[in-house]
């Protein structure tokens, strides 16, 4: 008997854990691992000093190569035609061997373990393996989004957060195992992503999709352990620059650091146990498919798959039925709907609004991306120590992740009890930008990290805020066409204000040093600006450019106001209470069945 009942725990125990790692909520902690190792693109401060001294680059070549990373980063046609066909298995697997190649061959040719390999060559593979971060959204953030359908936007939140969040983790992480070895971060960059996904990429397929009675509450657990991870990074990155971490203490750090990764798989099992308590012993009200707090008759399990079955049914003929009028993806381009209603692609690309939203992005993302990828050669400009531009980064980092959260949930309830435009957020964080350039142009004490904070929030709130946006104005049919095409601004932006103005101006300056000591750039391998003025030019223009962004995006507020002033949901709100017309009636038949 003792035997029989041991047998019999054991097989129930691993049901349980076969129905974990089988749940959507384990999937979930899977795809917050692959998100937390997807924003490898905003570390390239911390090791771009070392590619420009180890195969001897000047800025505008360093620069060239960051705005490589960011055409990578931000063209995902690729992996979304790929998930069209294959399944999300596939596309993590392809991912991740894109991330270890790209990023593997460039820690290669720093170390001098290959020839030293061109420059076109370095381009490609830093743009390889940030293309992959777009195989990771699209693999998993995208399987997510559709496995919770009534919670996308926190979804979207969350997810897009552990990325903001990722370069401060990567940072504790880097230092715990290597040290302060700016060599080796690439080395971890280009490894641990590869196996996380490598560890989950089963995990992470689509599952039948089903309500749950706590979601609300477990998204909002899941944002406050957010909120406590940013916040715990942000003190140890204070701590450490105010104090000597001794190698033992950014273990320490490392380990606190990833308790708090891994806090959502406690509520995985907490969840999954729930539900496997309640399969085990149903009450007559969840017997009767949760569709009643009130005492009902309790049906038959045939009664409640049929009826299951025709309820779905009901919903996606209502679904077909509400769907809008055949949108042409090319046609009457120049007869756009409302705003709010599904435009074609070409109508879209070609209306005023996205004109508008394309120069916003190009001034804002673009200055935002050109400040991040050079934090590095700032920090060093100004004397910084290297361990303070890891500093720089990990703000950068954490305040990318509150911008984004801000955009997702804070702008949703300004919007909602104030009606502002979101277009005027957008407008308040290029000026946000533009205050952090000034603070780069004329440095004080302390100013570049104040600067770092106004450059990361506003760059993570802007990003989110143009997602939300397009989706606002144009629609949802064509959406992941569309998003992708506002994005691609942004390596545009970077390219134009990275390389050739930045860049150049900066060579400018170290070129003027190198005369003054009576020296010729043929005499020294790595060509360096020391001092104040190296970047004042420069980000003066920078902030020029974010206030025409503003001004521009202000246009839009004027254009968008009195869409925004009203209920931009009141079409989902009647295709919601249809919906919800047709389950009462299934209930109704349920309860007169029984």
Same mark, same amino acid.
């Given at each position: 008997?003792?035997?029989?009942?041991?047998?019999?725990?054991?097989?129930?125990?691993?049901?349980?854990?076969?129905?974990?790692?089988? !749940?959507?909520?384990?999937?979930?902690?899977?795809?917050?691992?692959?998100?937390?190792?997807?924003?490898?693109?905003? @570390?390239? !401060?911390?090791?771009?000093?070392?590619?420009?001294?180890?195969?001897?680059?000047?800025?505008?070549?360093?620069?060239?190569?960051?705005?490589?990373?960011? @055409?990578?980063?931000?063209?995902?046609?690729?992996?979304?035609?790929?998930?069209?066909?294959?399944?999300?298995?596939?596309?993590?697997?392809?991912?991740?061997?894109?991330?270890?190649?790209?990023?593997?061959?460039?820690? @290669?040719?720093?170390?001098?373990?290959?020839?030293?390999?061109? $420059?076109?060559?370095?381009?490609?593979?830093?743009?390889?393996?940030?293309?992959?971060?777009?195989?990771?959204?699209?693999?998993?953030?995208?399987?997510?989004?559709?496995?919770?359908?009534?919670?996308?936007?926190?979804?979207?939140?969350?997810?897009?957060?552990?990325?903001?969040?990722?370069?401060?983790?990567?940072?504790?992480?880097?230092?715990?195992?290597? !040290?302060?070895?700016?060599?080796?971060?690439?080395?971890?960059?280009?490894?641990?992503?590869?196996?996380?996904?490598?560890?989950?990429?089963?995990?992470?397929?689509?599952?039948? $999709?089903?309500?749950?009675?706590?979601?609300?509450?477990?998204?909002?657990?899941?944002?406050?352990?957010?909120?406590?991870?940013?916040?715990?990074?942000?003190?140890?990155?204070i701590a450490q620059k105010q104090a000597h971490f001794p190698h033992v203490g950014y273990i320490g750090s490392a380990i606190a650091v990833c308790i708090f990764v891994f806090l959502p798989l406690f509520i995985a099992f907490r969840e999954e146990f729930a539900a496997w308590q309640q399969r085990k012993h149903p009450t007559p009200a969840y017997a009767v498919v949760i569709v009643s707090e009130q005492t009902t008759p309790v049906a038959t399990k045939s009664e409640i798959v049929e009826i299951e079955s025709d309820h779905s049914q009901t919903l996606q003929t209502e679904n077909k039925k509400q769907e809008p009028d055949q949108t042409p993806c090319c046609g009457n381009i120049f007869k756009p709907p409302k705003r709010g209603e599904d435009y074609g692609i070409l109508q879209a690309l070609l209306s005023i609004d996205m004109l508008i939203l394309f120069l916003a992005t190009f001034c804002g993302l673009g200055c935002s991306l050109t400040a991040i990828d050079n934090l590095g050669q700032i920090g060093e400009s100004l004397g910084y120590p290297q361990h303070t531009n890891n500093t720089f980064v990990s703000l950068v980092s954490i305040w990318n992740y509150f911008g984004r959260v801000f955009a997702g949930f804070v702008s949703e309830i300004i919007l909602l009890k104030y009606k502002v435009p979101r277009p005027l957020i957008m407008a308040i964080s290029l000026i946000l930008s533009a205050v952090g350039d000034v603070l780069i142009a004329f440095p004080k004490p302390g100013s570049v990290y104040v600067a770092s904070l106004l450059v990361g929030f506003s760059y993570g709130a802007q990003l989110t805020l143009l997602f939300i946006i397009i989706s606002e104005l144009f629609g949802l049919k064509y959406y992941s066409t569309l998003f992708n095409c506002g994005q691609l601004a942004s390596p545009l932006g970077s390219y134009v204000l990275n390389v050739i103005v930045v860049g150049r101006l900066y060579d400018r300056e170290a070129m003027k040093q190198l005369a003054e000591k009576g020296m010729t750039r043929a005499m020294v391998k790595d060509l360096t600006c020391i001092g104040r003025q190296c970047y004042r030019l420069s980000f003066t223009i920078l902030a020029g450019v974010n206030i025409f962004g503003a001004l521009i995006t202000f246009i839009l507020v004027m254009r968008t106001r009195r869409y925004y002033s009203g209920d931009i949901y009141k079409k989902f709100k009647e295709q919601i209470a249809a919906a919800n017309e047709k389950k009462m009636a299934a209930k109704q038949n349920v309860s007169g069945n029984t």
């Open positions: 008997m003792a035997t029989d009942h041991q047998s019999n725990g054991h097989c129930q125990c691993c049901s349980f854990l076969l129905q974990v790692l089988r !749940g959507r909520w384990f999937m979930m902690f899977a795809s917050f691992l692959i998100m937390a190792g997807a924003g490898a693109t905003y @570390l390239f !401060g911390t090791y771009s000093k070392e590619i420009k001294s180890t195969l001897g680059y000047d800025q505008t070549t360093l620069n060239l190569l960051s705005t490589c990373k960011d @055409l990578g980063a931000n063209v995902g046609v690729l992996s979304g035609l790929l998930a069209e066909v294959t399944p999300p298995w596939l596309v993590l697997l392809v991912g991740s061997a894109m991330n270890f190649g790209g990023y593997f061959m460039i820690w @290669l040719a720093v170390m001098k373990k290959i020839a030293k390999p061109k $420059v076109w060559q370095m381009c490609l593979y830093i743009c390889i393996g940030a293309n992959s971060q777009n195989f990771a959204n699209t693999g998993s953030l995208v399987t997510c989004v559709k496995n919770f359908p009534e919670s996308r936007g926190m979804m979207l939140g969350l997810m897009k957060g552990f990325v903001g969040l990722s370069g401060a983790v990567f940072t504790q992480i880097y230092l715990a195992i290597y !040290g302060n070895d700016a060599k080796s971060m690439i080395l971890l960059i280009a490894w641990l992503p590869a196996l996380v996904s490598l560890v989950f990429v089963y995990t992470i397929r689509p599952l039948k $999709v089903s309500s749950h009675p706590n979601e609300l509450k477990v998204f909002y657990e899941y944002l406050y352990i957010t909120i406590a991870l940013a916040l715990c990074l942000m003190g140890l990155t």
